[in-house]
């Protein structure tokens, strides 16, 4: 169902983003906590250990912990308005335009839009599409799970109005170089490997037919979420150091605070004061998310998208008989 498929096509590209905007949405209120855990991991100066009595946060169950008794049950849920405006407008228009590209590809070219190099390709320029929509969105969400107590911004307008006065429109752009990076080989790799794993899946089992379909989608997107962001995992650290850049008083409660002139200054900070494992703070909630959220994202997108199909199968058996 992900990607143009010329014999079973009975979604349209609206559709699809309509499927993908409310894959996101649900996804998105289901793993808000893990992001939250995996953000504050990732701006994290000192080492995340037990050992180090200057770091705030050591591991997922302690630093749930700890924020549950600090900041209460819904810091969780930190920065959700922009969080859902960000997974409901990326959603929609990623598969949208993963859609139309494979369709593209299927119209113009010799190569088949099943392929997983063409899912590769395409899905990297569908979700840098996404990116820049919902890159102003991304920051704010970074910034509200990343403010402690009390809060700088108590909600989304009065953000919008300090940031844009006090820092200038640039600022909702802060880290899309690296995101653009990152965004392109993470999101095409799940694609990719989505693509490669269903066919696995149909080789491995091939009488399965559709009994288990939708547990499948969630194992195969889940696996596919796990090795893309492994993968490129240190650029995201990279990009949410540089969103929360011009922040740092709000940071003062969680530790030390650094400030990054750009993208390679941020490589070379990280790596000389906190080493390669510096790259992969947060890696395991982060893996612990990527697994739910794309093995979600692709569940409720082909869920969604086959509820699609079923509500106009009516219509069309109707259209024959006449």
């Not at 997983?116 to 990116?131: E, P, Q, R």
């Not at 569940?299 to 009516?314: D, H, Q």
Request: aromatic fraction near 12%; charged fraction near 15%.
């Amino acid at each position: 169902m992900v990607g143009y498929d010329p014999e079973a096509r009975c979604v349209s590209t609206v559709e699809a983003a309509a499927a993908g905007s409310a894959s996101g949405l649900v996804t998105r209120v289901l793993i808000s906590p893990l992001d939250v855990v995996k953000i504050r991991f990732q701006l994290q100066i000192e080492q995340l250990s037990s050992r180090n009595p200057t770091a705030k946060y050591h591991g997922i169950l302690q630093a749930v912990q700890r924020i549950f008794r600090e900041e209460g049950l819904g810091a969780f849920w930190k920065g959700h308005v922009p969080a859902q405006f960000l997974s409901v407008g990326y959603g929609a228009v990623q598969f949208m335009a993963f859609e139309s590209l494979t369709e593209l590809v299927h119209n113009v070219t010799s190569y088949s839009a099943r392929g997983s190099f063409v899912h590769l390709v395409c899905g990297g320029l569908a979700a840098c599409t996404a990116t820049v929509a919902v890159q102003p969105v991304d920051t704010l969400r970074t910034r509200f799970a990343a403010q402690g107590e009390p809060k700088i911004y108590p909600n989304l307008c009065h953000a919008v109005v300090t940031m844009y006065q006090t820092e200038g429109p640039r600022t909702f752009y802060r880290g899309l170089t690296p995101t653009l990076v990152a965004i392109f080989p993470y999101a095409g790799l799940q694609f990719f490997f989505y693509n490669i794993l269903q066919q696995f899946s149909e080789w491995v089992i091939p009488a399965e037919g559709k009994k288990g379909g939708n547990i499948k989608n969630l194992v195969c997107g889940s696996c596919a979420g796990i090795i893309s962001k492994t993968l490129t995992y240190p650029l995201d650290v990279v990009k949410k150091r540089l969103q929360v850049g011009g922040f740092e008083h709000a940071r003062a409660a969680f530790g030390q605070v650094r400030t990054y002139r750009g993208f390679l200054d941020c490589m070379r900070q990280i790596m000389r004061e906190e080493g390669s494992g510096g790259f992969f703070k947060g890696l395991s909630p982060s893996l612990l998310k990527a697994a739910l959220s794309t093995g979600l994202v692709f569940f409720w997108y082909e869920l969604f998208c086959s509820l699609l199909c079923a509500m106009k199968s009516p219509d069309r058996t109707g259209r024959k008989e006449g």
